[in-house]
């Protein structure tokens, strides 16, 4: 439970069992997708979603899972993918690897700032019930 979202518990749970059973097969897929050919989030769903069907598997992917997955392949360091607005690749290339760890961290910092702002809206709206 310690990565879990609030406001998101259900999409933003640990991995389950059969989601780390399938990471093996994910992370094959994502090594045949380079810059020159990424692959986008609602194809990787969908193409999982077959195989897990043809499978005859209980797990169904959707997107919010799948990036869950794709943040435990890139914090356990299985493999450098990237991700761009032109959909998931894998590249060893570093410029593009920095190029996603910036991307990242700018992400956070822009959720942090948001976070920010709201915490100083709660102060002062919390300071003008006082006065009141």
């Known amino acids: 439970m310690r990565n879990m979202v609030t406001n998101f518990e259900e999409i933003t749970q640990e ?10 097969k994910l992370i094959s897929g994502f090594k045949n ?3 020159v050919n990424p692959i986008k989030a609602h194809q990787i769903v969908t193409f999982c979603n077959q195989f897990l ?3 005859d598997k209980k797990l169904r992917m959707t997107e919010p899972r799948l990036r869950k997955m794709c943040n435990y392949i890139r914090a356990n360091g299985l493999l450098p993918l990237i991700a761009t607005s032109e959909g998931y690749y894998v590249s060893s290339d570093p410029d593009e ?3 996603q760890i910036n991307s990242l961290r700018q992400r956070a910092r822009s959720i942090d700032n948001s976070a920010d702002g709201l915490e100083r809206y709660l102060f002062n709206h919390q300071q003008k019930d006082l006065l009141k």
């Open 15 to 24: 991995l389950n069992a059969q989601e780390l059973e399938f990471m093996p």
């Open 33 to 35: 997708h380079t810059k």
């Open 97 to 99: 690897i920095q190029a």
């Open 53 to 55: 069907i043809g499978c």
